[in-house]
């Protein structure tokens, strides 16, 4: 049974900095396309980040290209997503999802239809 773990979440100041993980368990995680999305109170969920099972392969929204990496370690079966320069619209809870999708990085993908697998998701508040 896949099962994933998110954690780092927090409250900060806008300009501050955190870093999510989330913990896979219960699969092949290097067998898995994995990705970062956020939803906010009242507005549709976000892809963020996906990254590809080599570690390289990676895509990330417009709106965090810059600010925000995606990084994976697949001998700790583990997804990090560090978030620099953060703003108050970044606000939202993240959720990291899993997938056996062998592409990382069409619209399916990007919106996170592809992705079967969720987490339970990690508040992050950025206040101004």
């Known amino acids: 049974q896949v099962q994933l773990v998110e954690s780092g979440g927090g409250s900060v100041q806008a300009g501050g900095s955190l870093r999510l993980s989330c913990a896979a368990y219960?699969?092949?995680?290097?067998?898995?396309?994995m990705g970062w999305f956020r939803q906010a109170p009242g507005k549709e969920r976000e892809g963020v980040a996906t990254?590809?099972?080599?570690?390289?392969?990676?895509y990330y929204a417009d709106s965090v290209k810059g600010r925000f990496t995606v990084s994976r370690d697949n001998a700790k079966n583990t997804l990090y997503l560090q978030m620099n320069s953060l703003k108050p619209e970044d606000t939202a809870m993240y959720y990291c999802?899993?997938?056996?999708?062998?592409?990382?990085?069409?619209?399916?993908?990007?919106?996170?239809?592809?992705?079967?697998?969720w987490g339970q998701g990690t508040q992050v508040t950025v206040s101004s």
């Open positions: 999802a899993a997938s056996f999708s062998p592409s990382c990085f069409g619209p399916d993908m990007r919106s996170g239809r592809g992705f079967g697998y």
């Open positions: 219960g699969y092949t995680y290097s067998s898995y396309c």
């Open positions: 990254i590809f099972t080599d570690g390289v392969s990676t």
